[in-house]
């Protein structure tokens, strides 16, 4: 089967103007141009499209969804099958957040008490769903699925106040690295300072702190891009300036 832009349109509900411009970045080129003119579609790029969406509904950005689809090591089945792993959490978070909402209004009315911990349940469960998807794979392979699930329970047992803490440090940390940064020293005392809140931030995710595990973390902020770009917002080349702190400071 063959489809012009209009009628791929209308089949998948994405707009001829998203489509055009998914052509225009690279990521969803035609098959062909008719004589008329008008982008032709063959079954590749209905498949193309069908992978993208699916990346795009759990939130991939069109730069991270390019750089997997060109990557020669893609394997679409495997992706199917992480597609289909991430919509069954999402499914169960979601439960879990309309049984959180009817449990509130419940104590809304009188007919039952929550503690501060169960008016948080589902919302935890969000960010290690995230967590899974970004870094799940890298993070399993170099610390072992143990390490990983007891950070997980760990986190699913956080407090109101625990969670409300590890966002104070990651704005303070982020606050200091950069300072640090612009003083240009990895092992001077601004940057020491901003691994010293890198490690209570880590110890409240992460129980099971250690130096070797702080500076591994420390390598793969720089060996991966989607780590790398937490820091590089920061400035050019932050993360590898933090990468050379951690190693200071663990030392």
Not at 21 to 50: M, T, W
Not at 115 to 124: I, L, R, T, V, W
Not at 142 to 164: I, P
Request: glycine fraction near 6%; include cysteine; charge should be negative.
């Amino acid at each position: 089967m063959e489809y012009s832009i209009n009628k791929l349109s209308k089949m998948s509900g994405v707009s001829t103007r998203t489509l055009r411009y998914y052509g225009e970045i690279g990521l969803l080129k035609p098959a062909r141009a008719a004589s008329s003119g008008y982008r032709i579609y063959s079954q590749d790029q209905v498949d193309v499209l069908q992978q993208i969406l699916f990346f795009r509904e759990l939130e991939f950005s069109l730069d991270e969804i390019k750089k997997l689809l060109t990557d020669p090591g893609f394997d679409r089945q495997q992706a199917f099958e992480n597609h289909l792993h991430s919509l069954q959490n999402k499914q169960e978070r979601l439960g879990a957040l309309i049984e959180n909402v009817k449990c509130s209004l419940s104590a809304m009315k009188g007919e039952i008490t929550m503690s501060d911990q169960e008016k948080f349940a589902g919302f935890a469960q969000k960010l290690i769903d995230e967590n899974e998807q970004k870094y799940g794979t890298e993070i399993r392979a170099k610390y072992g699925d143990k390490a990983v699930d007891d950070s997980n329970a760990h986190l699913k047992g956080m407090t109101k106040d625990q969670y409300e803490q590890s966002e104070k440090l990651r704005i303070e940390l982020e606050e200091k690295l950069m300072k640090a940064f612009e003083a240009g020293d990895p092992s001077g005392e601004l940057a020491h300072k901003a691994c010293e809140l890198h490690k209570q931030w880590l110890c409240i995710f992460y129980p099971n702190y250690s130096k070797e595990y702080h500076r591994g973390l420390a390598d793969m902020y720089v060996a991966d891009e989607r780590f790398k770009a937490n820091y590089e917002k920061l400035g050019v080349g932050c993360t590898e300036f933090f990468r050379n702190a951690i190693i200071a400071y663990a030392k």
